[in-house]
């Protein structure tokens, strides 16, 4: 304590924010919905209600004539109990592939209407919302800086406000994230356009996060961007969404399609080149059949205030987890409420210039997936909201069918192995009901079967088949369509490889979540490289013994039966090595600088605003370092102003609201510990408490 400044800092002006200009965010009833009452009466397009029926009854053909087969191949006798269980494990899994194979076809046969940008002033001013929790300080502020200095370049930098809207709980990044806000807002025009607010108490996560922007300062702002802490957007592509949403009065939300960019990694490229190589074409299908009753991603998007604040107040859902307390995957069922209301909800999938940041490695996937696999799985509870638009249930439908897939999947390999087994070790009972010439059991017609896997195979990669065709098709250099094809076997084999372990993992976050397992919030690790092997180890060898124990068994069995599922397996026995191999940096730096495979026209060709982004980043961290600790903290006296006249007073902990973590670090202080010595939960509810703050300053922890 030697180090603490002893005089009380008088408080400043106050955190840098702008005056509140507030607008309500009621709590919307999820079991009644009085359709009179919607604030816009949406409009019908035929073309659109075409696309829909095709995409409808082409994949209902398509699952029937494959069932079909399918029932051919199982037939060959009588059907027993396990061919039947297999048969309906089938149906479903293919209709799901079948689905995404007929939206991606209608992408194809779409006809993309070329929209003209518009070159007049905006109206209205828009705010740009960028929530970040416990995130690398150095990259968002970048982030911010660039994006704001790109606008005023196009000449509508007075149209747009940035807030940083921090639910960050480590003291550390939390005192780096006021040192670097402050730095950059030293320059005027930043100064007038980023504001920075920090949640002292950071209730209902980002749900909370951006209703309290909207009720303290929405009134301001006819529309708003949401980021997510690794998202940029170009500023042309900001600008347009603000023009179409002046121009399209019924818009509530109007959702770009965010390119993956900045990945170093195995892992990061092969996602990233199969984002940008399929990805359009996936897009301009889903455009095509969504409507006006599209969907919502959490970020890229631009909301209309008014349609968000009165129609999306999301409650706390009763009951216990999963389907009970917060909406986690609160995106769909924004774009959902807001869809019920009236307002449309719309694909700009005509619209480049987004940009986000793919997980680096199989650990972060796989946590970013059990968040979403909770949030998804909590959308069964929610389907049958009052009031909702058929496709917005689809959508939910949709979220949670991407993790029950796994499990279905899984159960149909084992169902796979039984009816191997059965075959190989239950004899005929020629006599199963009475005297008859011809035994009965489980019989499948091979050679049928072989071209029915072929016909599930194409219908798998028609997307991806469709997907490249369209890409290379754009591209004039014979030599970069190689390197493109090539690219494409290098990621479908990272992905078949893949696979299986996400279906692991997947399926073990199915069975924890309807448990009552939860998944938790915290920071994503948007840059982490070569794991440790013991870690690796720790996470993955569940995956191997799995992998190794099916194939034992499978070999036991027959040996075709091994064969056949060799490409299921292969993924799990080398689950340990590949998740090191696709981790690895070096080998990603390879491919792209050496190999030249993955390689995206945004790496050709990188954006202006992610090397503005980078610069500014870099910048940033070769600058004085922020204080880390609380002593730092108390021995910089502008710092230490600064932190205490930037504590939001709204979000902070209200009088008589009982704060264990609190408690327990004032006793420890009092009874004489030094404040960096509590642990990282109490030093931050320390920090964030003005009244301890202050007596730590003067020196006084009395009780």
Same mark, same amino acid.
């Given at each position: 304590m030697d180090r603490v400044a002893k005089a009380i800092p008088a408080r400043e002006a106050g955190p840098p924010l702008p005056p509140p200009s507030p607008r309500e965010m009621p709590i919307q009833n999820l079991r009644r919905f009085d359709r009179s009452k919607r604030a816009v009466k949406p409009s019908f397009d035929r073309s659109v209600f075409l696309a829909r029926l095709s995409l409808f009854g082409g994949t209902l053909a398509l699952t029937a004539w494959m069932a079909h087969e399918m029932y051919l191949v199982l037939s060959v006798g009588e059907l027993v109990a396990i061919e039947?269980?297999?048969?309906?494990?089938? !149906?479903?899994?293919?209709? *799901?592939?079948?689905?995404?194979? !007929?939206?991606?076809? =209608?992408?194809?046969?779409?006809?993309?209407?070329? &929209?003209?940008?518009?070159?007049?002033?905006?109206?209205? &001013?828009?705010? $740009?919302?960028?929530?970040?929790y416990n995130e690398d300080t150095a990259q968002f502020v970048g982030t911010a800086c660039a994006t704001l200095r790109e606008l005023a370049e196009r000449g509508e930098g007075k149209s747009f406000d940035l807030f940083v809207l921090s639910d960050t709980n480590k003291a550390d990044v939390w005192l780096a994230e006021q040192a670097m806000i402050a730095e950059a807002r030293r320059d005027p025009f930043i100064a007038r356009h980023l504001f920075y607010r920090h949640r002292l108490k950071n209730r209902e996560r980002k749900v909370g996060n951006i209703s309290d922007w909207v009720e303290r300062w929405g009134g301001a702002y006819p529309a708003f961007v949401v980021f997510d802490a690794d998202s940029l957007m170009e500023a042309e592509t900001i600008i347009e969404l603000a023009h179409r949403m002046e121009a399209d009065d019924k818009a509530g939300l109007i959702q770009t399609?965010?390119?993956?960019?900045?990945?170093?990694? !195995?892992?990061?490229?092969?996602?990233?080149?199969?984002?940008?190589?399929?990805?359009? =074409?996936?897009?301009? %299908?889903?455009?095509? *059949?969504?409507?006006?009753? %599209?969907?919502? *991603?959490?970020?890229?998007?631009?909301?209309?205030?008014?349609?968000?604040?009165?129609?999306? %107040?999301?409650?706390?859902?009763?009951?216990?987890?999963?389907?009970?307390?917060? !909406?986690?995957?609160?995106?769909?069922?924004?774009a959902a409420m807001m869809r019920r209301a009236g307002w449309s909800i719309i694909m700009a999938d005509d619209l480049g210039g987004s940009f986000e940041q793919a997980p680096p490695n199989l650990m972060e996937l796989v946590a970013r997936d059990r968040r979403w696999c909770q949030g998804n799985l909590q959308h069964l509870a929610l389907i049958n909201t009052a009031g909702f638009h058929p496709l917005s249930r689809l959508? @939910?439908?949709? %979220?949670?069918?991407?993790?029950?897939?796994?499990?279905?999947?899984? @159960?149909? $390999?084992?169902?796979?192995?039984?009816?191997? $087994?059965?075959?190989?070790?239950?004899?005929?009972?020629?006599?199963?009901?009475?005297?008859?010439?011809?035994?009965? *059991?489980?019989?499948?017609?091979?050679?049928?079967?072989?071209?029915?896997?072929?016909?599930?195979?194409?219908?798998?990669?028609?997307?991806? $088949?469709?997907?490249?065709?369209?890409?290379i098709g754009e591209r004039a250099s014979r030599g970069l369509r190689i390197r493109v094809v090539v690219g494409f076997f290098v990621e479908n084999i990272v992905s078949a490889l893949i696979a299986p372990v996400m279906m692991l993992t997947q399926s073990r976050s199915v069975v924890e979540i309807l448990t009552g397992a939860d998944s938790g919030w915290r920071a994503q690790a948007r840059d982490a490289e070569r794991i440790p092997w013991r870690i690796l180890w720790s996470f993955h060898h569940r995956h191997m013994f799995v992998g190794i124990l099916l194939a034992v068994l499978a070999g036991l069995i027959s040996w075709s039966l091994l064969a056949w599922m060799s490409p299921a397996l292969t993924g799990m026995i080398v689950a340990i090595p590949l998740a090191a191999f696709v981790s690895n940096g070096k080998v990603g730096s390879w491919l792209k600088r050496r190999a030249r495979l993955l390689v995206t026209p945004e790496e050709e060709h990188p954006p202006v605003i992610s090397i503005a982004a980078e610069a500014i980043a870099e910048e940033m961290r070769d600058r004085r370092p922020p204080p880390a600790t609380i002593a730092d903290l108390l021995a910089d006296k502008p710092a230490l102003d600064r932190h205490l006249a930037w504590l939001d007073a709204p979000t902070a902990r209200r009088p008589g609201e009982p704060d264990a973590t609190l408690a327990a670090g004032w006793l420890k202080l009092c009874d004489g510990a030094e404040p960096d010595s509590l642990d990282p939960a109490e030093r931050y509810a320390i920090l964030a408490s003005e009244p301890i703050m202050r007596r730590l300053i003067a020196g006084s922890v009395a009780l």
């Open positions: 039947m269980v297999m048969l309906v494990l089938f !149906v479903i899994n293919i209709g *799901w592939i079948a689905f995404g194979a !007929v939206s991606t076809l =209608l992408g194809l046969l779409s006809t993309p209407k070329p &929209r003209p940008r518009t070159k007049t002033p905006l109206r209205d &001013r828009v705010a $740009l919302l960028l929530p970040v399609v965010p390119c993956l960019i900045n990945g170093r990694t !195995v892992l990061a490229r092969a996602q990233q080149f199969a984002a940008r190589v399929y990805g359009p =074409l996936l897009a301009r %299908g889903l455009g095509v *059949w969504f409507g006006n009753a %599209g969907n919502y *991603w959490g970020h890229n998007a631009i909301i209309r205030t008014e349609a968000f604040a009165s129609a999306a %107040g999301l409650p706390i859902l009763p009951g216990r987890k999963p389907f009970g307390g917060m !909406v986690m995957s609160h995106d769909f069922v924004e959508h @939910l439908a949709m %979220g949670v069918m991407s993790y029950l897939a796994s499990p279905l999947w899984f @159960l149909f $390999l084992l169902t796979g192995m039984l009816l191997a $087994l059965h075959a190989n070790l239950v004899p005929p009972n020629y006599f199963p009901e009475g005297w008859s010439l011809f035994p009965t *059991w489980p019989q499948i017609d091979a050679r049928r079967a072989m071209m029915l896997f072929g016909l599930c195979m194409l219908v798998l990669f028609l997307p991806k $088949l469709l997907g490249l065709i369209a890409f």
